[in-house]
């Protein structure tokens, strides 16, 4: 170990990767920043390990902290130490980015990228080939392994040992969470749309190639496994940087990539699904379709049109019906919305008291959505389809022109199935949930921001050359097979396993199958199409 101390204090880990010489960058990484904004300072450097060509290097930072990284300056990012799971072994790391790629670094605020690193136990010294696993969403953070199950032990076990890269996409978990109370701090509507407009899948894939070239050693190109919008946010990688892409996985995530915006194509493709799953639903719990008439009348006879949530917001028919986002589309979502339905009432303890909605039932509806905890998934849901056009509230007019099946006060009072609405987004949400409440200037604006950047390279996509490998589910409720076919047809060599033995969650459900079905194609074991 070489080490060089400035001041004597305790200091947090800083990687800087892969440097010639040690004691040089060191001295050089004082030089180019601002003193003043170090009042004790400490380097100790070592090698992280054989596997990689970088040093630690500790660092203790007190005074005023530049909020704009300095183009003169090298970049670091911390690196944890490692620690355990029942059969992995973890570690940590935070890159600082720029919010805005377009700046280059000299006029953008920086935001914190958290990504963690995951292997199985004794290979951590290993030189291991990198999976980069991105997350379904937009606005949900990467899953915290607790142990080694799933699709993540299959990851990690097979495939060549990879090592494994939870990425928490910009705004989620630990990257710059983009919280009810954080994005409070705004003091516009306009400056929060104005913050939110680099969020999306662009701006994602040039995180994920910052992340690339300073931890994959000699930034070779890495695999990536997108599930649902991480899907999405993977063809936008082969569409702009494939020299990062060592092999693509897909896993319910084939998007639209048609110009303009195609929300409205997604909506009217996705309600033709989700009358599917209601009717598969009432089928296989006719009961529920009093109990849901019952409610929904209850709602809306009550005061108001609705009943106050635990959290202030407000139940009403539709928002009932919104329900069907978890409830329809998963493997144990009929189960789980069954059993919800279960204890909607409380009992009537004392005689002649009041029919009344139960705390658990309310509570549950709220702990369901997520809303509050994930607000940027409702702030951009409609955005990911946008290349150059607004959205206009797409759900919101296509919903429109299913009012006669859809409108749940009528349905209820004619006597036939309240039908639950899917992964739709409506503007009224941000009168009716609490949480949101904050963001209806800001999310009217994002309905109708016109100048959304491309996601797509159509002419790349169609002279591709990095291998992909997709699971499309024939009955996803959330990616609409047509659309997905569509897409698959413009995206040259990629290789499709179609099956209706999963929903969606799949890659929740079944993992491991469907990691050895898509690296199988890929690897000459499975057949290719």
Not at 52 to 78: A, H, L
Request: charged content about 20%.
């Amino acid at each position: 170990m070489r080490a060089i101390q400035i001041l004597s204090s305790v200091g947090r880990p800083f990687l800087f990767p892969r440097h010639p010489s040690p004691s040089h960058f060191v001295f050089g990484y004082i030089k180019n920043h601002t003193l003043h904004n170090f009042n004790r300072l400490k380097f100790s450097l070592h090698p992280i390990n054989n596997r990689q060509r970088c040093f630690y290097c500790s660092i203790v930072m007190n005074g005023g902290n530049s909020s704009r990284p300095n183009e003169d300056s090298p970049t670091v990012y911390i690196a944890g130490n490692w620690f355990s799971v029942p059969e992995l072994r973890l570690r940590d790391h935070h890159f600082t980015v720029p919010l805005d790629y377009s700046f280059h670094n000299k006029t953008s605020p920086v935001i914190s990228i958290f990504a963690r690193e995951v292997v199985a136990v004794g290979k951590e010294d290993q030189q291991l080939p990198y999976l980069l696993y991105l997350q379904g969403g937009p606005g949900f953070e990467s899953p915290r392994p607790t142990e080694a199950s799933g699709w993540i032990k299959k990851a990690c076990e097979e495939y060549h040992l990879n090592c494994l890269i939870c990425v928490y996409q910009r705004g989620t978990g630990l990257s710059t969470p983009l919280t009810v109370s954080s994005l409070s701090q705004f003091t516009s509507a306009e400056k929060l749309v104005d913050y939110l407009k680099h969020f999306r899948a662009d701006n994602i894939v040039n995180d994920a190639e910052f992340i690339r070239v300073r931890l994959v050693p000699d930034a070779g190109p890495w695999t990536v496994l997108g599930q649902s919008y991480g899907g999405f946010c993977a063809v936008t990688y082969l569409s702009f940087a494939p020299q990062g892409l060592k092999q693509v996985l897909l896993t319910g995530g084939i998007p639209p990539i048609g110009n303009g915006c195609t929300a409205d194509a997604v909506y009217r493709a996705c309600f033709e699904q989700i009358l599917h799953q209601n009717e598969k639903y009432y089928k296989r719990y006719p009961q529920d379709v009093e109990i849901v008439r019952e409610v929904v009348n209850y709602l809306a006879e009550s005061e108001g049109g609705g009943v106050l949530l635990p959290s202030g917001g407000i139940l009403t028919p539709r928002g009932l019906q919104t329900i069907g986002l978890s409830g329809l589309g998963s493997s144990t979502g009929f189960e789980r919305l069954h059993y919800m339905f279960e204890r909607v009432w409380d009992p009537i303890l004392v005689p002649g008291a009041k029919k009344c909605l139960s705390y658990f039932f309310l509570k549950a509806i709220e702990d369901w959505m997520a809303f509050d905890t994930n607000p940027l998934y409702a702030l951009l849901h409609e955005s990911i389809y946008c290349q150059g056009a607004p959205s206009k509230w797409s759900a919101h007019r296509i919903r429109n022109e299913h009012e006669s099946k859809f409108n749940a006060i009528k349905a209820a009072k004619e006597g036939r199935p309240v039908l639950f609405t899917g992964e739709m987004i409506f503007p009224w949400m941000f009168d009716e949930i609490h949480a949101l409440r904050h963001f209806k200037d800001a999310a009217h604006l994002l309905a109708e921001k016109k100048d959304w950047p491309s996601l797509y390279d159509i002419a790349a996509l169609k002279n591709n050359k990095v291998p992909v490998a997709a699971a499309v589910y024939y009955e996803d409720m959330f990616v609409n097979f047509k659309l997905a076919m569509e897409t698959a047809s413009q995206i040259s060599g990629i290789r499709l396993w179609i099956t209706n033995e999963f929903m969606h969650s799949g890659l929740r459900d079944g993992g491991d199958q469907v990691l050895d079905r898509l690296f199988g194609m890929l690897n000459g074991k499975k057949p290719l199409f």
